[in-house]
């Protein structure tokens, strides 16, 4: 053995040493470990904490509308019966919902819910119409809803117009809903007519009032609501795509339309007959048409004389070929519908045989067309001899 051999192995004095040493390499070890384990365990609780905070915000987000309740939906009622007075407006095609937050942000009702309770418990709400309406504030929701029925809230007003009115009378029915003289009216209707109408129109405003219900003011100027009616008549116009050269033509037929026949089934066929007619088949150009003579003498067509017939009054269109100078009212949309779309056909001539029923007769053939009119002819005859028994 060496000495070195001894130094390290064999002397008492060398396991000392080495236990030493090997207790300090251990005790770095366990303290690296607890600095490992104190960082995981900071880790983990940071983990934590934000988990938790994000739990915790969004309970809050779920829960903070049950604690303070929904404007839109908390059912809360005023008691009644209201003060003061607002005005409202329900638009075309409000629902009872779009009516609650009309009527809750002018505070007429407390809330939202509480009005579409109301509105869903009452069988006529969906009669409500569109309009504008002077009701109270600080209303119970079910009295806002019956206020609403009442035409008597209503603080605008209707104006209708039938098909196949001439110019004249829908100046005096606005003359009568707004309460002014029918001068004014028709003073307007020239403004109109110089302003706004298509050079095609030469000025005439016969034809272009759209047939249909305006809602107006009390204060509405007799002009706005002419221009109404004929902005609408254009927009029809428009929406047929119908161009715009064809746009008095298509007016003057389908304001015929209106006049001739009353069952509207058949005026599509009546609008083919104009265009065969004025096509030549009749082989002299003319349409033939009772009620446009009638609307030129302002009379009915039963009173025109004999001679009042053989004259070449511009609207006598038995005489006189092609179209009148204008329409002969204000035709609706499906007379319109009848002119720009009519059937395929080559009928040239047609007759109500019987006007109880509507039942009319359309044929190319002149001798049968002349035999369905004296059908008719009975059936006058028949009509006149059951007034003269009944005297």
Known sequence: MTDLFDEQFGTDEAAPTATIAGNRRAARREARRRRAQRRRNFITFLVMVVAIALLLGGAFVLIRPLWEGSPDTTVTDYPGPGTGEVEVVVNPGDSGTDIGHTLAEADVVATVGAFTEA???????????AGRYSLRQEMAAIDAVQALLDPASRSDLTVTIPEGWRATQVYERISVRLDVPVEEVEEAAAQVAEEYLPEQAEGEIEGWLFASTYTVEPDTDPQDLLQDMVDQTVQMLQDREIPEEEWHETLTIASILELEVNNPEHWGQV??????????????????????????????????TRDEWQQDHPY???????????????PGQPAMDAVADPPEGDWCYFVTVNPDTGETRFTDDLDEHRQNQQEYRDWLAQQNDAEGDEE
Request: proline fraction near 10%.
């Open 271 to 304: 609008a083919r007959v104009v265009e065969n007619r004025l096509e030549g088949c009749s082989g002299d150009g003319t349409i033939g048409m009772d009620t446009t003579y009638a609307y030129g003498l302002n009379k009915p067509a039963y009173e025109i």
């Open 316 to 330: 006598n269109t038995r005489r006189v070929p092609g179209l009148p100078p204008t329409p002969i009212g204000s």
């Open 119 to 129: 509105y869903a418990n009452n069988p006529n709400a969906t009669q409500i119409q």
